[in-house]
């Protein structure tokens, strides 16, 4: 049976080091034909910090990790928690009009990135020194670096240790830049402890005294074969294709590593080559959004390939309909978890193997750890049970609060360390929560969340444009696509057509409106606010 | 609808206003990704209209395979081929 020997008072580093220590000659890690060990990973990790110790990164500092699923990632993730450093994983699809204002608000010293990473446009003024950004030290390419990194000079489990400062568990650990309901991205700062906290809480199996974790044992090979035995005495074999900058991705890296697991980097999604994946590296646990499921599900290779190795499959990230969950039930043929989460507090609620069926498909699951949930109203106050409020957590894994936004962090955490999610939900008798809608403009495309108001004031911007609004509509593929409504000034000549082409070329991808219609006047109340609620039932044909 | 072969120019109307992308920008060789800019999970999108027009499924990973305007019309012929034999 795998074991946690981790505990929320160490560094990432520290905890990473630990299980690494232990774990020595297993399998760490998979991309493409290269696995590494244990020994070896941290042997990476820590040559990489040793670097980064060079070129200036130290305590207090932050350094900001463009670039795409890889090795590379994976060290970057934990070398700067080493040096007391935090580490700012971002979309490497980035356009310099997104990228900029990230960069100057994080305040980072450093850039980890690669020549063919960002364009050349966002290469030239990183290069050449923005204005804006007067804390950038350094743009370090990882081709420059690689060598270096992965000669393996280091002795892992000798001197790591000693070489780096002693850094306090509640330091900040990283910043992840999430979409703004004010226009602009914002920074969800965790520190060392909320991390590791985030990353055990979701162990409740090992948790269970052990006559219980007989008794699950049990259950499992009845439901599902030994095939379930023989998987959880194993570290598992995780896999998520999603992008690593997102808690879809990392929270399954750091997850698998802290249990001793070998994590399967993928470089890209492609529904063939994830399955051949599975298929090769018999992958047990695998995490997906609900459009990657239907995706691998709908692929030519799917009924091909033997994906007999998988005993769970959990679907989070966005809102899954009870259809799909029993479609990837079937299909997949293994034990399916809903799990839901939050950049600002990680995995918080997830369905079981045991739970019924009716409930994994209908609800997002039961709290992690017992009375950390609860629906309130306006007033934050607890609703009775079956009544719709706002869905709230407190957990260890709550982040410390959103970087440079006060009033923000206020809006969202109490005094009290409840996290409040913006999502309206019900919960029943049993404890199990259903969402219901959102209190928060926000459209969750494809497993992005993308808050309008961002698309909003960019086309604003736009000669002729009077007012616009942005909206997410039900859609069978990516659950809701991104609709935007424009009112054009008098006399502009501007087509739905012009406009996407702008937004295209300079909006981030996750960003771009699927559909653009030019109206003749938006609704709106009397304070001029768009009346969204209003636009929801104008007759458009949807193609 | 399903058996009726588009014509290029008609195919191209239809790829336009699927993917909000104006006729004028789509000639042949403009690739989704690098030119037009159209990600992967739109072009799963314009899969699923792409089967109601065929009226037949389609597996996803052509999504990630088609490149250009002509990769995609040239699939296309080939499922309406498909579809008759």
């Known amino acids: 049976m795998y074991k946690l020997h981790i505990s929320p008072d160490m560094t990432l580093y520290e905890a990473f080091r630990k299980t690494a220590l232990i ?19 941290l042997g990476n990790v820590a040559a990489l910090a040793r670097e980064l110790r060079e070129r200036g990164l130290g305590p207090g500092g932050r350094i900001a990790l463009l670039l795409p699923n890889s090795l590379a990632f994976a060290y970057g993730f934990f070398a700067p928690s080493a040096l007391g450093a935090a580490v700012i994983p971002i979309d490497p699809t980035l356009k310099s009009r997104d990228l900029i204002p990230i960069l100057k608000d994080s305040g980072c010293s450093h850039i980890l990135t690669d020549q063919n990473v960002p364009d050349e446009e966002t290469r030239i003024i990183l290069e050449s020194g923005h204005p804006s950004l007067p804390d950038l030290k350094g743009v370090l390419y990882w081709s420059e670096m690689k060598a270096a990194v992965e000669k393996g000079t280091i002795s892992a489990d000798a001197d790591s240790e000693t070489l780096f400062p002693p850094v306090s568990p509640d330091a900040p650990a990283a910043f992840f830049y999430t979409s703004g309901t004010t226009g602009t991205a914002k920074a969800v700062v965790h520190s060392h402890r909320t991390m590791l906290s985030s990353a055990t809480q979701g162990q409740s199996f090992i948790k269970r005294p052990p006559i219980m974790q007989v008794v699950v044992l049990v259950k499992l090979a009845a439901r599902y074969g030994p095939r379930m035995i023989r998987a959880i005495f194993r570290p598992p074999v995780t896999m998520s294709p999603a992008p690593l900058h997102l808690l879809l991705g990392y929270g399954s890296l750091i997850g698998t590593l802290f249990v001793g697991g070998r994590f399967v980097v993928n470089e890209s999604f492609h529904p063939g080559k994830i399955l051949e994946s599975i298929e090769k590296e018999r992958v047990g646990f695998l995490t997906l959004s609900p459009t990657m499921a239907l995706a691998l599900m709908k692929s030519r290779d799917f009924g091909r390939r033997n994906l007999s190795s998988l005993w769970i499959l959990a679907l989070t990230s966005a809102p899954c309909s009870p259809e799909l969950a ?8 293994c034990s399916v978890h809903i799990a839901f989460g939050a950049t600002e507090i990680g995995a918080t609620l997830q369905t079981t193997a045991f739970d019924p069926r009716a409930k994994k498909r209908g609800t997002v699951g ?19 049970r079956g009544r719709v409020g706002e869905l709230a957590h407190r957990l260890p894994s709550v982040m410390l609060g959103y970087h440079n936004a006060p009033d923000l962090t206020a809006s969202a955490l109490d005094g009290e360390g409840w996290y409040y999610t913006g999502d309206l939900a019900v919960m029943d008798e049993q404890g199990f929560v259903r969402i219901v809608g959102r209190k928060k403009d926000m459209v969750i495309r494809g497993g992005q969340n993308v808050f309008p108001a961002e698309i909003e004031q960019f086309v604003l911007t736009l000669d002729g444009v009077k007012n616009a609004a942005a909206m997410g509509r039900p859609d069978p593929v990516l659950g809701e696509c991104l609709w935007l409504y424009v009112e054009l000034q008098e006399g502009a000549t501007m087509t739905a057509e012009g406009l996407t082409a702008i937004c295209r070329e300079r909006l981030s991808p996750a960003k771009r409106p699927d559909h653009v219609k030019i109206v003749e006047a938006l609704p709106v109340t009397a304070s001029g606010k768009v009346r969204k609620f209003l636009l929801k039932d104008m007759d458009i044909d949807h193609g | 609808m399903a058996d009726a072969e588009l014509s290029y120019p008609e195919f191209r109307s239809f790829l336009a206003a699927a993917l909000g992308v104006a006729e004028s920008e789509l000639r042949p060789e403009t690739r989704f990704f690098k030119d037009v800019h159209i990600d992967s999970l739109r072009l799963l999108e314009l899969l699923t209209r792409l089967e109601k027009l065929l009226g037949m499924e389609l597996p996803s990973d052509v999504a990630w395979e088609i490149r250009t305007v002509d990769d995609a019309y040239q699939y296309y012929l080939r499922c309406l081929r498909d579809r008759r034999t």
């Open chain 1, 366 to 384: 039961r709290s992690l750890l017992n009375n950390m949930t609860r629906i309130v109203d306006d007033e934050r106050r607890e609703v009775p």
């Open chain 1, 326 to 333: 029993f479609r990837a039930e079937r299909a997949f043929r």
């Open chain 1, 23 to 41: 774990h020595r000659d297993r399998p760490a890690l998979t991309c493409g034909d290269r696995t590494l060990t244990y020994r070896e990973l």
